[in-house]
């Protein structure tokens, strides 16, 4: 005997059927969105480390301290140079010394000399000197990327 066209879902039919199609649209939609992931480039977008401070007649004699990049700048007479102010053992923030003679990590104790090398406490080795340049309007630029020797001024 054949069904009659008319036979009409039951309840438990209507079920699988629903749960079986949203499985299946998942699947589809998962799939197609790791095939779109997979087209977008993993790139790290990391702040440049070279940047413009102020012009070299705004700084004192003396160390300036730049809190945005964590640099310090010395001036002594005409000429520069930049240290980087992360300390080498943990990365703290290192602070001037109080006779201005040198530098000090306040989280463990290293203490280093007016050259940034290490003269006490757990620091590995002396804080990185950076590049420092003059840009074309005049501004001082100073190059985290690059380290140079503690010799290396700019002179202006």
């Known amino acids: 005997m054949k069904e009659p066209?008319?036979?009409?879902?039951?309840?438990r039919e209507f079920l699988e059927l629903t749960l079986g199609w949203c499985a299946a649209f998942f699947a589809l939609s998962a799939s197609a969105m790791a095939a779109v992931r997979f087209m977008i480039p993993n790139v790290l977008y990391e702040p440049d480390r070279r940047f413009k401070a102020l012009k070299p007649e705004d700084y004192p004699e003396g160390a300036t301290f730049i809190p945005e990049t964590r640099v310090f700048l010395l001036r002594k007479g005409n000429s520069?140079?930049?240290?980087?102010?992360?300390?080498?053992?943990?990365?703290?923030?290192?602070?001037q010394s109080p006779d201005r003679k040198g530098f000090h990590c306040p989280c463990h104790g290293s203490q280093f000399d007016e050259n940034a090398s290490v003269v006490g406490g757990p620091a590995p080795h002396g804080?990185?000197?950076?590049?420092?340049?003059?840009?074309?309007?005049?501004?001082?630029?100073?190059?985290?990327?690059?380290?140079?020797?503690?010799d290396k001024y700019l002179v202006i």
């Open 5 to 11: 066209l008319n036979h009409r879902l039951g309840r």
């Open 127 to 150: 804080l990185p000197w950076l590049l420092v340049a003059q840009s074309p309007d005049g501004r001082i630029v100073i190059d985290a990327s690059q380290q140079v020797k503690a």
């Open 80 to 95: 520069f140079r930049a240290v980087s102010a992360v300390c080498t053992h943990l990365g703290c923030t290192v602070n």
